[in-house]
């Protein structure tokens, strides 16, 4: 149970906290310096952890990660991968602690607006160097603040002639793009970025959706077509999904070998070839092994959780036993309930994964869906749902998280989820009041 008159205080004397201030600042230079951003995100934390140091306990959600812990330390000293193995906790560890330290930062509807904001324009570093390696040829690396930030820029992108920007691959980029998008989308409903000035939020969501565009991630496409509706609401869905099947019908067409071959071939006149290409992998017909496929890649990834099922074989295992198996390299098994399985057993990977969609599916109970919800800005609820949701599914086919600045944005984005329930419960609790007072 959580202390209302605990958390009340807290948000009386957020605006004046210093604490608050580093996580704003933080969260702007997520995307442009890990080593800032976590400088400035370690001083919140740290604060954010004394205000609340009394409530660990009380708080349930941090059970299933402290015997997370458990099992991960134990897995590690029976590990294969020796001081990988220890090394990989902190992809995790910190995070756990980020969770419950970093919430005071989150409680409200009105910070989690104010954060969303930042993520969105802490993004244009990414959009603007993204834009400038493919049509400007820009080349790093380069410096800023005497080496504090290093951009290493790859001209025509990396892989080449997919945007990147500041990121190291396409893919990483795709996944920070995609996590933002729907906040940026949710400025242009229900304006918040620089005043109430929607010129500004659409343009950012004209660059957002391009730069998806072109990082040619199928992922990235993907969480365009998810966001729309979720983040426009239910109330959209009778004239907003028949009109987006109508725009994407040339596209099923031209991928989905169902149809008839005139009929096909129109649609691919239509849609460009890179586009229906990419989407049907045709690029990689004859010419790619099948251990290097993705189902390729799960099965010798569930060859190895049948050979040690329950404390796994220690983190970065995946990436010393396939070139072993398979005489391919890969650094993940590209999904993450699988690699947390071969790295720290089925249990582990079972815990975390109910943790978070039981986040998921909590909040979008009590904080989206509920008829007794109060809040004022259920559109960026929405969208920092919309954005969670995004995230997970990236981590299906890939593994995003390993570039740190992906990972700390899922967890804020899964703290965020967890202030939403404390927000509709407790306006529920306050509604039931105010009606048993009125009759």
């Known amino acids: 149970m959580i202390n209302n008159v605990y958390f009340s205080n807290i948000r009386n004397h957020l605006s004046d906290n210093i604490g608050w201030k580093c996580f704003q600042i933080g969260l702007i230079f997520l995307p442009s310096s890990a080593l800032i951003s976590y400088a400035f995100l370690l001083v919140a934390l740290v604060q954010g952890s004394l205000q609340r140091r009394d409530l660990y306990w009380r708080e349930y959600w941090n059970y299933p990660l402290v015997l997370v812990t458990f099992l991960m330390i134990i897995g590690c000293i029976r590990s294969h991968t020796g001081w990988l193995a220890w090394l990989g906790l902190f992809n995790w560890f910190p995070f756990f602690w980020c969770f419950w330290g970093l919430q005071p930062y989150l409680l409200t509807p009105e910070r989690r607006r104010k954060c969303a904001s930042l993520l969105v324009l802490g993004s244009l570093p990414v959009l603007i160097t993204g ?3 493919l049509w400007l040829g820009w080349e790093g690396p380069w410096q800023i603040f005497d080496g504090l930030i290093i951009w290493f820029i790859s001209p025509g992108g990396e892989p080449l002639g997919r945007l990147s920007g500041l990121f190291d691959y396409a893919n990483i980029a795709a996944a920070w793009l995609s996590g933002v998008w729907p906040l940026c989308l949710a400025s242009v409903l229900d304006p918040f970025i620089l005043g109430r ?46 009109l987006m099947l109508i725009c994407f019908l040339p596209v099923i067409i031209a991928v989905l070998p169902v149809f008839d071959f005139g009929i096909q071939e129109f649609a691919r006149s239509i849609v460009p070839e890179s586009v229906w290409m990419r989407l049907n992998d045709m690029q990689f017909v004859d010419t790619r092994p099948f251990e290097a496929t993705r189902i390729g890649q799960w099965e010798i990834g569930f060859n190895l959780i049948f050979e040690k099922p329950w404390l796994g074989w220690g983190a970065a295992a995946f990436s ?21 399985a071969i790295s720290h057993g089925v249990i582990v990977s079972l815990l975390i994964n109910i943790f978070v969609f039981s986040l998921l599916l909590i909040s979008s109970f009590y904080g989206l869906f509920n008829n007794l919800n109060l809040q004022k800005n259920i559109i960026v609820d929405r969208a920092w749902w919309t954005s969670t949701l995004i995230l997970i599914c990236f981590h299906a086919t890939d593994i995003p998280l390993f570039d740190s600045r992906i990972n700390i944005l899922g967890w804020i984005l899964l703290i965020g989820l967890r202030c939403m329930i404390y927000n509709s419960i407790s306006n529920n609790i306050l509604l039931k009041k105010f009606k048993k007072a009125l009759y």
Do not use: K
């Open 131 to 133: 834009f400038g390696q």
């Open 197 to 242: 000035n929607r010129v500004v939020s659409c343009a950012l969501l004209i660059a957002f959706v391009s730069a998806m565009i072109l990082t040619d991630s199928r992922n990235a496409w993907g969480a365009i077509v998810l966001g729309l509706p979720l983040v426009f609401g239910s109330a959209s869905w009778s004239w907003l999904i028949p």
């Open 320 to 340: 010393i036993l396939y070139p072993l198996r398979t005489g391919l390299s890969h650094g993940h098994s590209h999904n993450l309930p699988l690699e947390l």
